[in-house]
């Protein structure tokens, strides 16, 4: 297993259009997060799933934010009508979490959005 | 709500110890990890604790309590590579992160 990965790395946009990121978690992990960080800030959390089910929504989200795991593989993340406000790293995490055993989440390496 | 509260910034010399400390107020516990930022990157994990207490592992070092809602990280021997930013976060089933401490070594 390679570990988290992200598409796309990079993205630019212009402001008012749709974008939509993928994560691809570690096979094993049933657990899978979104965050978003800024510069200066910890990751923020988005949402978070336990195999196909999201579980939690941040109330911070707008409703412009989506996110689905089909499967309870893959995610991915949609921002509608995207705002300036919206430049960020978006990172995806994996986990596993059963019983009473935990592992740590690994990240991916993240997908940063400029929009202009 | 969730409120977790590290320093915003520490600087140490090289080969010297920090602490960083961090106090937390969640709506769950599961646990407690710290995770290491380099700029640009990816945070990584350092360390994890459930129970009561100090874990050792290497120069890096990490203590729980869960009754006072407190965590600290230590950094032995510290080193230019270790300028990082330092991240605690609660395992609340979400996993909430505070917003950071970024350390700073001199030589």
């Known amino acids: 297993d390679t570990g988290v990965s992200q598409n796309p790395r990079h993205k630019i946009t212009k402001r008012g259009q749709n974008v939509t990121f993928r994560c691809d978690p570690i096979s094993e992990h049933n657990r899978l997060y979104w965050y978003r960080q800024t510069l200066g800030q910890g990751p923020e959390f988005l949402t978070y799933f336990q195999n196909e089910a999201q579980l939690e929504k941040s109330r911070l989200l707008s409703d412009r934010f989506s996110a689905e795991r089909p499967k309870g593989s893959f995610s991915t993340l949609e921002i509608q009508r995207t705002e300036q406000g919206d430049s960020a790293m978006y990172l995806c995490?994996?986990?596993?979490?059963?019983?009473?055993?935990?592992?740590?989440?690994?990240f991916g390496q993240g997908t940063r959005l400029t929009v202009v | 709500g969730q409120n977790i509260d590290q320093p915003t910034e520490m600087t140490a010399t090289e080969g010297a110890i920090v602490q960083i400390n961090c106090t937390y107020q969640?709506?769950?516990?599961?646990?407690l990890f710290w995770y290491q930022q380099h700029a640009g990157e990816a945070p990584t994990f350092l360390s994890y604790n459930v129970l009561d207490g100090l874990e050792e592992k290497g120069r890096f070092s990490s203590f729980l309590s869960r009754s006072k809602g407190y965590s600290y990280l230590l950094l032995k021997e510290l080193q230019m590579k270790d300028s990082a930013s330092y991240l605690c976060?609660?395992?609340?089933?979400?996993?909430?992160f505070g917003a950071g401490t970024t350390v700073t070594v001199r030589a």
């Open positions: 976060a609660v395992d609340d089933y979400k996993l909430s």
């Open positions: 969640t709506s769950g516990f599961n646990g």
């Open positions: 995490a994996s986990s596993f979490a059963g019983g009473n055993q935990r592992t740590e989440a690994f």
